[in-house]
Nanobody
Framework: QVQLVESGGGLVQAGGSLRLSCAAS????????MAWFRQAPGKEREFVGA????????YYTDSVKGRFTISRDDARNTVYLQMNSLKPEDTAVYYC??????????????????WGQGTQVTVSS
């Protein structure tokens, strides 16, 4: 069992930055591929990016490449999403997710075993 708790969301102007954190419980954090998804009002949940269990590999959806960076600190059981050059279309609830022994290129929500409660990110124009 893994419990995930996101933090760091908020209101930011377009062009600004935010860093989201996702703290995980448990002692086997390194066994999980970690991902970020987001869901805007009236839209389906979409994959944002993921990081491998080792932390050596990351994968992003095209719309955030070059702007968002995922990292992990296994000593702190935490995964981060650094978001730069934010756009109004990035406005959504952001969720972190964990996949036991998962693959960092898994982009479907059903491939992840555990989810956080989400944190709201609002980008004003």
């Amino acid at each position: 069992q893994v419990q995930l708790v996101e933090s760091g969301g908020g209101l930011v102007q377009a062009g600004g930055s935010l860093r989201l954190s996702c703290a995980a419980s448990g002692r086997t954090f390194s066994a999980y591929a970690m991902a970020w998804f987001r869901q805007a009002p009236g839209k389906e949940r979409e994959f944002v990016g993921a990081i491998s269990r080792s932390g050596d590999n990351t994968y992003y959806t095209d719309s955030v490449k070059g702007r968002f960076t995922i990292s992990r600190d296994d000593a702190r059981n935490t995964v981060y999403l650094q978001m730069n050059s934010l756009k109004p279309e990035d406005t959504a609830v952001y969720y972190c997710a964990a996949a036991l022994r998962g693959w960092y290129k898994s982009v479907q929500a059903y491939e992840y075993n555990y989810w956080g409660q989400g944190t709201q990110v609002t980008v004003s124009s």
